[in-house]
Nanobody, 123 residues
Framework: QVQLVESGGGVVQAGDSLRLSCAGS????????MGWFRQAPGKEREFVAA????????NYADSVQGRFTISRDNAKNTVYLQMNSLHPEDTAVYYC????????????????WGQGIQVTVSS
């Protein structure tokens, strides 16, 4: 049974930093690309960042480029999302996902999803 468990969310102020973690089990973690998505209240879930299996290729949504960094530690079966200079507009439930598809900026590219974790940025 595949499980992806996010941690590290919380309430912070605008300009602060936060690091999310996502621990995977039940899958050959190093064989999967990993992604982060988010869903704000009243909005559709959107792509945030993705990283290929080896960690050498990453891509980001324009809205987070330069502020967020995705990384992975295959020895720990964990992917991270370092979020700096947070804005109130970053408030959302953040989801990690794993997949093997070529397109990693769409939900259809992923096979497994975590339950999500809340990030709230106050102004």
């Amino acid at each position: 049974q595949v499980q992806l468990v996010e941690s590290g969310g919380g309430v912070v102020q605008a300009g602060d930093s936060l690091r999310l973690s996502c621990a995977g089990s039940g899958l050959t973690f190093r064989s999967y690309a990993m992604g982060w998505f988010r869903q704000a209240p009243g909005k559709e879930r959107e792509f945030v960042a993705a990283i290929r299996w080896g960690g050498g290729t990453t891509n980001y949504a324009d809205s987070v480029q330069g502020r967020f960094t995705i990384s992975r530690d295959n020895a720990k079966n964990t992917v991270y999302l370092q979020m700096n200079s947070l804005h109130p507009e970053d408030t959302a439930v953040y989801y990690c996902a794993s997949g093997v598809a070529a397109s990693l900026d769409i939900e259809q590219g992923y096979d497994y999803w975590g339950q999500g974790i809340q990030v709230t940025v106050s102004s």
